[in-house]
């Protein structure tokens, strides 16, 4: 079975069938863009009258992983090569009528390359492996000594290949180990002398029972949210590839138990390549601790969920202006604080509705507007959870010394800085412009060290304290320069 990756676009010929209708097959052609989108241009239609299509086709789609459908309507295919295809969340998208030619287009939001299966929830691997981006460079780690090397060197040419399993973890409670595997391969030569290096890491996954497609894309979600959080630079899954085997399905219809998923993403280039020493959390301080923080990850995923998305979309692309950096990282922090530390101001909310909150509602005057009284009403409503300044405050404040005073400087003054600025971006009313808005030449900096607060907190929900992001930081070159001057 031919190599299937994100980041390369192919197409495939063959003939494609309704699992409810194998008897109408139809031949046409399957394109994957580059961003894993999903294109089937058939040369007839799947449904017997492609003016109404049956009931049992509209079948509501559920939720899925990746912001996508993993769930019926499927369509199932076969290349002339002779590998198998599903398709998951087919939607049509366009059929042309003329003369005797009746041709139809679908879209679909998934594929599995290797397999039939006609049941999106029926079990369907106990096995995964997945390669993610800067995952090699983490680990930092070659599998060849200076014997191997000498002995190269001295014949005329060699190529020897090494794997090594690094790591085997147990995740928690969640079912299933992690394993860090390295393949490594060199190629050396007397003349010219040269030695050339390919290796990678790969990440192996082995659940203690059969899982269904969508539970294998949301534990691969979080493990690539994982690793963002931990190296600190976007870090997207390349490839997935899930072992089938034939008795896990109950078509039987397989032609290969090594199977390719798709999916389509905001499919982005691969960021620069980083050394490990700019990485946030090295793989020698996760080591065999490994297991036991995506345990926590996993476990605060949906806790986490609105914060992370809202700081990922800063690696998106890196296009974000300094102004719109501070936004996005200003909300993510308030809903993270929220989130971790709740934060009213009086902690009882009964309290606060009977003795604040009713009496300030009555006090509005009768002629405030209808509209107007409800926008007083919905403030008043949330006037008692703390604000952006009080929260960034006592966040700072929480803070070791050396790394507030380096990092973020006047605590209080840093708090008021980013609060006065997120207000004039959000409304940008000149009159009620506050003392302390960053200056645009100054915004860059300080969207920076919103960052690396808010990752500061990311890791301490899963056991990294503080001072191993400081450190990283301090010593690095790259990110030092938020350290050069702590005013705001």
Not at 88 to 96: E, I, L
Not at 402 to 419: M, N, V, Y
């Given at each position: 079975?031919?190599?299937?990756?994100?980041?390369?676009?192919?197409?495939?010929?063959?003939?494609?069938?309704?699992?409810?209708?194998?008897?109408?097959?139809?031949?046409?052609?399957?394109?994957?863009?580059?961003?894993?989108?999903?294109?089937?241009?058939?040369?007839?239609?799947?449904?017997?009258?492609?003016?109404?299509?049956?009931?049992?086709?509209?079948?509501?789609?559920?939720?899925?992983?990746?912001?996508?459908?993993?769930?019926?309507?499927?369509?199932?295919?076969?290349?002339?090569?002779?590998?198998?295809?599903?398709?998951?969340?087919?939607?049509?998208?366009?059929?042309?009528?003329?003369?005797?030619?009746?041709?139809?287009?679908?879209?679909?939001?998934?594929s599995l390359f290797g397999v039939i299966s006609d049941d999106a929830e029926e079990p369907l691997s106990s096995y995964c492996a997945l390669q993610l981006d800067h995952l090699t460079e983490w680990v930092d780690r070659r599998l060849i000594s200076f014997d191997q090397l000498d002995n190269g060197l001295?014949?005329?040419?060699?190529?020897?290949?090494?794997?090594?399993?690094?790591?085997?973890?147990?995740?928690?409670?969640?079912?299933?180990?992690?394993?860090?595997?390295?393949?490594?391969?060199?190629?050396?030569?007397?003349?010219?002398?040269?030695?050339?290096?390919?290796?990678?890491?790969?990440?192996?996954?082995?659940?203690?029972?059969?899982?269904?497609?969508?539970?294998?894309?949301?534990?691969?979600?979080?493990?690539?949210?994982?690793?963002?959080?931990?190296?600190?630079?976007?870090?997207?899954?390349?490839?997935?590839?899930?072992?089938?085997?034939?008795?896990?399905?109950?078509?039987?219809?397989?032609?290969?138990?090594?199977?390719?998923?798709?999916?389509?993403?905001?499919?982005?280039?691969r960021s620069r390549e980083m050394l490990s020493s700019e990485m946030l959390v090295p793989f020698t301080e996760v080591g065999s601790k490994l297991g036991d923080c995506l345990s926590a990850w996993i476990e605060n995923s949906k806790k986490l969920q609105s914060a992370y998305e809202l700081f990922e979309?800063?690696?998106?692309?890196?296009?974000?202006?300094?102004?719109?950096?501070?936004?996005?990282?200003?909300?993510?922090?308030?809903?993270?604080?929220?989130?971790?530390?709740?934060?009213?101001?009086?902690?009882?909310?009964?309290?606060?509705?009977?003795?604040?909150?009713?009496?300030?509602?009555?006090?509005?005057?009768?002629?405030?507007?209808?509209?107007?009284?409800?926008?007083?009403?919905?403030?008043?409503?949330?006037?008692?959870?703390?604000?952006?300044?009080?929260?960034?405050?006592?966040?700072?404040?929480?803070?070791?010394?050396?790394?507030?005073?380096?990092?973020?400087?006047?605590?209080?003054?840093?708090?008021?800085?980013?609060?006065?600025?997120?207000?004039?971006?959000?409304?940008?009313?000149?009159?009620?412009?506050?003392?302390?808005?960053?200056?645009?030449?100054?915004?860059?900096?300080?969207?920076?060290?919103?960052?690396?607060?808010?990752?500061?907190?990311?890791?301490?929900?899963?056991?990294?304290?503080?001072?191993?992001?400081?450190?990283?930081?301090?010593?690095?070159?790259?990110?030092?320069?938020?350290?050069?001057?702590?005013?705001?």
């Open positions: 079975m031919a190599e299937r990756r994100l980041g390369s676009a192919f197409e495939l010929k063959g003939r494609w069938w309704l699992p409810e209708a194998s008897d109408n097959k139809v031949t046409g052609t399957l394109q994957v863009g580059e961003s894993g989108d999903l294109k089937l241009d058939l040369d007839g239609t799947l449904e017997r009258h492609f003016a109404s299509v049956p009931t049992h086709r509209n079948i509501k789609r559920p939720e899925g992983e990746f912001g996508r459908t993993f769930g019926p309507p499927l369509i199932l295919g076969q290349a002339h090569s002779g590998q198998c295809i599903t398709l998951y969340g087919v939607q049509s998208a366009s059929t042309n009528v003329g003369g005797a030619m009746t041709t139809a287009i679908y879209s679909a939001t998934g001295r014949s005329e040419m060699i190529v020897k290949a090494f794997n090594e399993n690094i790591l085997t973890e147990k995740v928690g409670s969640h079912g299933f180990d992690i394993k860090l595997r390295v393949a490594t391969a060199y190629e050396s030569s007397r003349s010219p002398a040269t030695i050339k290096f390919r290796s990678h890491v790969q990440i192996e996954l082995e659940a203690e029972s059969t899982w269904k497609l969508e539970k294998w894309l949301e534990v691969c979600r979080e493990i690539s949210r994982f690793f963002t959080t931990i190296i600190g630079a976007s870090v997207q899954i390349r490839q997935i590839h899930l072992i089938v085997k034939p008795e896990n399905l109950a078509t039987r219809e397989i032609d290969k138990t090594i199977c390719s998923l798709i999916w389509p993403q905001e499919f982005r280039e979309s800063i690696f998106i692309g890196g296009k974000q202006t300094p102004s719109t950096a501070i936004l996005t990282l200003s909300q993510a922090f308030e809903v993270l604080h929220r989130e971790e530390d709740g934060g009213n101001y009086v902690a009882d909310e009964d309290e606060y509705i009977t003795e604040i909150y009713t009496p300030l509602v009555a006090s509005i005057p009768a002629t405030v507007a209808s509209d107007h009284r409800e926008a007083i009403k919905n403030k008043l409503k949330f006037a008692n959870a703390y604000s952006l300044r009080k929260r960034l405050t006592k966040a700072l404040q929480s803070l070791d010394p050396e790394i507030q005073k380096s990092l973020f400087g006047d605590a209080k003054r840093f708090a008021q800085s980013i609060t006065d600025t997120r207000n004039y971006l959000t409304h940008r009313d000149e009159g009620s412009k506050g003392e302390f808005v960053i200056a645009d030449e100054h915004r860059m900096l300080a969207a920076e060290r919103m960052r690396y607060l808010l990752q500061m907190l990311l890791l301490k929900t899963i056991g990294f304290a503080p001072s191993t992001v400081f450190e990283r930081i301090k010593n690095n070159y790259r990110r030092a320069w938020v350290l050069a001057t702590c005013e705001t």
